[in-house]
């Protein structure tokens, strides 16, 4: 049995009376990649945001290191940022610094690294998403894929100890979702700890550890990426496996 | 929620108003007038050069100057105390605040101790009695001999003025309007959209001399040397400084120094009208282009960084922070400019002693600041909020958030708001001239009343405005676009 990352605990989320989260509980396992999947609206972002305090719960707990996120102070939560790396669905890079800058901003102002460093480090992680030639290019110039994989450097360049990704490919022109897919696979290689929601099924199946299935605020079905694809306990699950393949 | 707020707000005023005009109270209630103002050796005098005989401005050796037979009375009022004199210019409503909130020791304009005026302050005995006329257009001369003829046609007079109370009460079957500016009264004359205009008798000598299509008739009031001389107002109380100002007076009158004085005056008023080409009065129009960019650059640069506070502030998570925020905007928003200025000027003038023109850049101040707040904040509102939760799950502190992400972007967007709030500080940045502020406004009405001419002085501001504001957006549109192609 491998060690917990992040142990959520009966967490609910509501926005104005509406619950969107209905009672979560489950373990991400560390140097495994859980995927979510499941029907728009189920909850599968509201639950990422509130795992890292984006949007935190309503009720229950999230543990993390030993601690309880939803009880600790706001100057704990920004120190968290640096270890929960998140990659949302619409890059939301900063359009007003160069990609170079995107990436080393976070190491710069939080890390407190110096100029040179950063600069070395992100130049890594840049190369690493085959993104260093665009360094010294800004935001608008890019294709979606292109933004993703800077977005991706950005998040590793804090060395976090938890990688989410918010439905990344969502956004994306289908040509460029493979160089965003690829880069994750490579990720899940170095056995980073990773969740990543997402409605690609085929690279769910392909690269997960684990799979929950999410339906109206719940998990209707737990289990490794290989069964529950094959041989899906639940009927809600096998409607939802058959449904996407049609697509 | 609202009930509360309201309840804040109206204290707030409060607070303000009693700071402002609680000065004046304790101010008058012991008389040290003259000792005060002996112990600092100068007279401050509150007027509005804008009305020749009585007082106007003139170029002497290249510098603008007051002159007219009030200032020669205060000059006489100053040498008789041994001090130095200081002459305040100002709008015409606002010489009587003056002495009422201390800015000012005395108030000179062609003023008449009426009724009304004595319950707020005090007079000293008249110093002159001119008597009241109808100027009316030569051509109807014939039509109208006497003032009696005027019943039952139109007459104008100035706003506030003797003449507009004599109008109402003598001439009530007649169809009375009126205006704020003498060189307006007469402009509608000369274009005959009234017949005749109630004014001073030495006013009227003064433009039948210069304007040949003009002519004056006996106004045929009852003669009662109160209710139609002049006098000078002072402070409520301030009797020892009534009895020297009567002194001088009695000096003045025993010399008939008056008529000295009015021949003077006169001769002033005849170089002026000699010569009225726009281009004589260069060096006015621009001083008022030099303090009015003064004062809106520097109030543009303090309303931002007053307007990025407020926004920050109001945005806080700390009530403490926000509240003030949100009451000072909706309170600057939601009264006018012109308010605004003379709350400054009278009311925090009374706390602090500054000179009009730092008073006036500071009401602007204080005003654009609230605007650009207002700006800022629609800029941050209409941010993708995908870049705050970017920066957030970095690490990045709140301030960290606002100066590297948040900020450079809102500032982009509404970098085309900023101007125009640029452009529309320079323009109603004019308000200021009511407390004395020589900007270009005030400079246009010292020429209209200099020159009699109604109209060109007009349009030469009006031309100077446009081309600030017209280079302006060019220079902010170069900018725009120089920054969208970063």
Redesign the interface.
Known sequence: MSKVAIELKDVTKSFDGNQILKGISGEIDEGQVLAIIGPSGSGKSTLLRAVNQLAGPTSGSVVFEGQDLTKVGKQSLNHLGEKIGMVFQSFNLFPNHTVLENVTLGPRRVKKLSEEQANQEAMHYLKQVGMAEKANAYPESLSGGQKQRVAIARALAMKPKVLFFDEPTSALDPENVGEVLKVIQQLAEEKRTMVIVTHEMNFARQVADKVWLMADGQIVEENDSKTLFTAPKEAITKRFIEQVSLV | MGKNKMGSLLATLLVFFTMAFGMTGKASADDNSLQKIKEAGVLKVATSPDYPPFESQTTINGQSQDVGLDIEVAKQIAKDLGVKLKIMNMDFGSVLVAIQTGKADMAIAGLTPTDERRQSVDFSKVYYTGGQTFLINKKDVKKFKTAKNLHGQKIATQTGSLQNSLAKKYFDDSTLSSMDKTPDLIFSLENQKVDAVGIEKPVAQAYVAHNKNLAMIDAGYPNDAAESGKAIAVSKGSTALVNAMNQSIDKIEQHHWTNKYLKEAGKYVDDNAADTSMMRYWHYFYNGFLNTTLIAVIAVVFGILLGVLLVLMKLSAWKLLAWPATAYIEIVRGTPMMVQVLLVYFGLGALINMPALVAGIIAVALNSGAYVAEIIRGGINSL?K??K?????????KV?TMR??IL??AF?NIWPSLGNEFVSVIKESSIVSIIGVTDLIYQLNVVRADTYRGVAPIVVVMVIYFLMTFSLTRLLNHFERKMNH?
């Open positions: 993708d995908g870049q939760e970017a920066a957030q799950s970095l690490g990045f502190s960290d590297f992400v450079p972007q982009k970063e």
